[in-house]
């Protein structure tokens, strides 16, 4: 059996659909597949400082965040691309223009524009897990020590995206997550292009590769690939019209299954 290499996505792929843990199934399917070689790389849209302890702690190879911006390999940053800030103030400017909220991420933390009281549901929910989490959520994107790397947005009215996108449009792909909620990543970056380095890094093929998710920011990812595996638990036809495998929900031990199915050990 020859080495293989898997890239997972961390909401709703690694962790449960059901309460966000991650699935003791899960990590001991990992930890087995690199016991017996593999590789095993985190791929989330998630820059590096929300890649939390506890999904550190399974144990991986490596990480591809931030759609492909922040790359580490066993343990060194192979790559960092961060935004401009003239950039980063025009979208500051667009947003606060066209009244959506906005939040800029970046390896370091994380700044937010947000209307009080929160007019979205999940800006509400996103906002108290970082609260839970500890973060430093005093930081203001117009500090010139704010390096941000991608943003999402909230907004109320298409007409809010349809003007904000004049301005974003130049720079960034936008990425529907659902809802009133899109995700915004640097043209020319994406969870494709971050597996990819990996793959030249290690100097492996894309017949080695095999991605795993359940959203639609991972469709750059399973589309590329041969070996597209999505979970039970997504509600993306775009994710199952392109998989070449289609395992059970993240919450039911579908990760731990689709290593076993797929011969990882």
Known sequence: ????????????????????????????????????????????????QNVEPRFRQVGFDGYVCGCGLNIYCGGQELLYVP???PVKEEMLAQARLTGIEIL????????????????????????????????????QP???????????????????LEAFRKASDRYFACIDRGGCFREFVPHG???????????????????DAYGFGDSNNDLAMLQYLKHSV????????ELLDCASFVTKA????????????????
């Open 1 to 48: 059996m020859g080495r293989k290499i898997a890239f997972f996505d961390i909401d709703g792929t690694l962790t449960s659909e059901i309460d966000g843990s991650v699935p003791e199934s899960a990590a001991a399917g990992i930890r087995r597949a690199r016991e017996k070689g593999h590789l095993m790389f985190i791929n989330t849209g998630r820059c590096f």
């Open 83 to 85: 935004m401009s800030r």
């Open 104 to 139: 800029f991420e970046s390896r370091m933390g994380v700044a937010y524009v947000l209307s009080r009281p929160l007019r979205s549901e999940k800006a509400v929910r996103l906002y108290q897990s970082f609260v839970e989490r500890g973060y430093d959520l005093s930081i």
């Open 142 to 160: 117009e500090q010139p020590d704010f390096v941000a790397d991608k943003f999402v947005i909230w907004f109320q009215e298409p007409e809010q």
């Open 189 to 207: 970056y994406s969870k494709a292009t971050g597996l990819q380095f990996v793959l030249d890094h290690y100097g492996m093929s894309l017949e």
């Open 230 to 237: 999505v979970m039970g638990n997504t509600e993306s036809k």
């Open 250 to 265: 993240a919450g039911s031990g579908g990760l731990y299954y689709a290593l076993e199915q797929l011969d990882f050990f």
